[in-house]
Nanobody, 128 residues
Framework: QVQLVESGGGSVQTGGSLRLSCVAS????????MGWFRQAPGKEREGVAA????????VYADSVKGRFTISQDNAKNTLYLQMNRLKPEDTAMYYC?????????????????????WGQGTQVTVSS
């Protein structure tokens, strides 16, 4: 069983930065993909960024390209999301997700069905 624990959320002003972390524990024999999703009040959960862990390739939602960077530290079993130039519309609960069964290979990176483990979330609030 894999556990994912996010941290690093908080409150910042527009233009500020935050770095989210997600530590994976339990079976960590190697994921196929890991991603960050977010959900704002009254909205559906949406994909923010993902990394295909075996190759290191990354993908981003158009809304965060050029501002957010996803990365991984395999030695620490940790996924990161560096968020710069934050905007009020980035306010949401941010979730870490991982695919350890390979299903992410067969669907778009931002499909929630591609990930079989999820963290509890960390809140990000950006004030104007």
């Amino acid at each position: 069983q894999v556990q994912l624990v996010e941290s690093g959320g908080g409150s910042v002003q527009t233009g500020g930065s935050l770095r989210l972390s997600c530590v994976a524990s339990g079976y960590t024999g190697g994921s196929d993909a890991m991603g960050w999703f977010r959900q704002a009040p009254g909205k559906e959960r949406e994909g923010v960024a993902a990394i295909y862990t075996r190759f290191g390739s990354t993908v981003y939602a158009d809304s965060v390209k050029g501002r957010f960077t996803i990365s991984q530290d395999n030695a620490k079993n940790t996924l990161y999301l560096q968020m710069n130039r934050l905007k009020p519309e980035d306010t949401a609960m941010y979730y870490c997700a991982a695919d350890y069964e390979g299903q992410s290979r067969y669907m778009a990176w931002n499909r929630q069905e591609g990930y079989n483990y999820w963290g509890q979330g960390t809140q990000v609030t950006v004030s104007s």
